[in-house]
């Protein structure tokens, strides 16, 4: 891959800054954890699994400003940090599965002195992005094995290299079906209103010479009803224990789309994206964002001013439009319920 979406170095926490894509390549640099809040709520970072391991670099981060004499103090401003992290974006729970992991490891070790436990802390948070690359590549060979050869696979804002350590979830399965040689072709969705479709999907794939096409939202209905997709997968934000799935907002239209044409719609993510303590989707919080961000595209306005905004950044697809979910342990589908569990030992 020749991007670092993200990185631990020298203390401190490089990001590219997905703002800026494609017009830029710009890489930037945190030494406070407030600034990977903030880049993780201005979008500097995105994506489930890519939140995720910033919200563990900005706590590892944190633990190093902390002042404190001994565990309990520490421990507190610690929580302190998580709330903050934590208050930035609540729908992708890889963002929470982060900041618990990493309570845990200092909860794990509080007869160590602070320096241990700090450094503890920062290699945590560096071996959870080392295995969400091996996550993704697994992911990507499960997911390979049902792309047929030749197939026209449309895919959904970005779930690949940008929104993860560096592979992807739905384009690491794209990744592994063209490094399998399969002569694929993808179509995507430019994904209103942040563009993450037009602006890092399409960047990424062409940085990868996998042949892309981009579309608007609203051809892909068209293109499946033509005949021009054979195969759909997105990434997950959230995963309830129904196999209810939230994703970017827009995907329920394509999995709806996908059943009526009768094309495989997949939902590609870890197991760290699953919330199982939620039995169905109406359970999961879907953010609302900016009003800007439908009247304006790349700053410029393209609505009246003053004009009622809705602004979902997320939707849940029902369970029942998935033909199955691809994960780092294999491909679940049918009673999700059921498969689910079983996937993760319950
Ligand atoms: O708002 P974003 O860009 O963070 O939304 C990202 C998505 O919806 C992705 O599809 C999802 O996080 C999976 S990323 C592997």
């Not at 890489?27 to 391991?53: C, H, K, L, S």
């Not at 994904?191 to 940085?207: H, I, S, V």
Request: aromatic fraction near 6%.
């Amino acid at each position: 891959m020749s991007f670092r979406t993200i990185e631990w170095r020298d203390n401190k926490v490089i990001m590219i800054d997905q703002t800026r894509l494609p017009a830029e390549e710009v890489y930037n640099e945190y030494t406070d954890f407030q600034g990977v809040a903030e880049a993780i709520r201005g979008m500097v970072v995105r994506g489930a699994p890519a939140i995720g391991i910033a919200a563990a670099m900005g706590v590892a981060l944190g633990a190093r400003e902390i002042i404190a004499d001994g565990f309990d103090t520490f421990y507190r401003q610690l929580e302190n940090v998580c709330d903050v992290l934590g208050r930035t974006r609540p729908t992708a729970v890889n963002l929470f599965w982060g900041l618990e992991r990493m309570k845990r490891v200092a909860l794990q070790h509080k007869e160590l002195d602070l320096h241990s436990i700090r450094e503890l802390l920062k290699a945590e948070a560096i071996s959870i992005e080392a295995e969400d690359l091996a996550i993704c590549k697994e992911i990507g060979r499960h997911g390979a094995a049902l792309v047929k050869e030749g197939a026209s696979i449309l895919t959904h804002c970005n779930a690949g290299g940008l929104a993860t350590a560096g592979y992807g979830t739905a384009l690491g399965v794209i990744r592994g079906a063209h490094e399998a040689g399969k002569n694929i072709r993808v179509f995507a969705d430019e994904t209103r209103p942040w563009l993450q479709g037009a602006r890092l999907t399409a960047w990424e794939l062409m940085k990868d010479s996998i042949p892309v096409t981009l579309i608007s939202d609203n051809m892909a209905g068209w293109l499946m009803k033509s005949g021009q997709i054979d195969f759909c997968v997105v990434g997950a934000d959230r995963i309830a224990a129904n196999g209810d799935t939230a994703n970017k907002i827009g995907t329920y239209s394509v999995a709806v789309l996908a059943k009526e044409n009768r094309i495989p719609f997949y939902v590609a993510a870890p197991i760290s994206t699953l919330d199982l303590k939620l039995s169905n989707g109406d359970q999961i919080p879907i953010e609302e964002r900016a009003p800007e961000e439908v009247t304006k595209v790349q700053g410029v306005s393209i609505a009246p001013e003053g004009v009622k905004v809705r602004n979902p950044a997320f939707d849940v697809t029902p369970a029942r439009y998935i033909t199955g979910i691809i994960t780092e342990k294999g491909v679940v589908r049918g009673d999700y319920e059921k498969e689910l569990r079983a996937l993760v030992g319950l």
